[in-house]
């Protein structure tokens, strides 16, 4: 009997030196594309260039409160503190980036093995973050993200890695995420509503309330000192912004799912009629998008010379939102996590929005869904291993276009 145990358990083992081969090729891959500074998604090393780098040299040179009144960013200064502390240059602060990054695709290829996923999905899904031009670039540029995502990542999945105190952890890393991306409180109150369904209160207070703490203490902070490129007023929603966001979240985290394979042409056409007005009445309501906008914007552009009504985009929306309406029924907790995200891009953008603001929050949300799901479900697990790569198959693609910004 022990030694058919045994034999059973090196049987489902997964072959370490082959993984091992994975880890070594991501560190050379990484460290090649950094020493010959590869720029997978559009933007990142300017941004870099003008604002991370300029950001970090005014914290190490400025007091703190000068640094506040004088900062041009959007981001929490945690990222800064932490680069600055640990006295980087700004190639050291690249390296750090690559660094984080490549312990998120490690924590996602542990997580995947420890739902019971092949070895070989494991790592396809490791290799679609790591190879995620919205996830890459940003890290091998030195962008706060890479932190950010980090955090998430580690507030998500050290309770399913480890046991005992660690699995408090997302009371204190979820909450850091705010210092560095205020945006991440989306996150952070989406993960609220999984300790809500399960009744974890001890869980959801602690973290709710560190992260609301953070959130008013950049707020106040900013407002009192009124930096030059942020308005002392809370942005509004941006309804194509959200209706757009909404839509690529959906259509990336639940549109393959099987139960909306289901449904009969005859219904999809119903459910799209219904939509389809209201979603043109939402559209035609928001100002055009100032920035990005994918296919959207172009679709605008057009329309707006020959039409001078935009119908296209709301049909789109309206059609991603008809097919996925049964996956959206049926998990009313992943629909209402998808909602506040999207309406988090919606206010954070200021009348932009970019495929790699979506990319921020799809891979959080789909670790949500794979680490409550993953295990007792494997035909919704396999549905989000080949959204993963099919996600980052089409954002490869469209990092190598530019988007009309005007």
Known sequence: MNANTTETDIETQPPWDLIALLVLAFIVLGWMALAVSYNPSWGAQHTFESLHSVVLHQYQTLPWRSFLTEMHSRHGPAF?????????????????????????????LQIALRLGTSWQKAALLASAFFASPFQFGPALWGHPEALAMLLLVLGLAVPRLTRGLSRHAPVVLLPLTVTVEPSGAAVVVASCLDDWRRRRWLALLPKAGVALLALLTIHLTWREMAPPDLSGTLPLPHARAFLIALALLVLGLLAGER????????VL?????????????????????????FVFSRLDRIEGVLLGVHLASPALIALVLAWSWNALRGDRLASAQILICAAALAC?????????????????????RLLRWGACRPALRESLLQAAILWTGIALTLATLSYPTR
């Open 269 to 293: 056409l119903h459910r799209f009629l219904l939509l389809w007005p209201g979603v043109v009445l939402l559209y035609a309501l928001s100002p055009a998008l100032v920035g990005g906008g």
């Open 348 to 368: 954070a953008g200021q009348g932009s929005l970019y495929l790699k603001d979506v990319d921020f929050f799809f891979w959080p949300l789909l670790l949500m």
């Open 80 to 108: 800064y503190a932490l680069v600055s502390a640990l006295g980087l240059s700004l190639e050291g602060m690249r390296a750090a980036g690559l660094v984080m990054h490549l312990t998120s695709t490690l924590l996602l």
């Open 259 to 266: 139960i909306n394979r289901r449904v009969r042409p005859a």
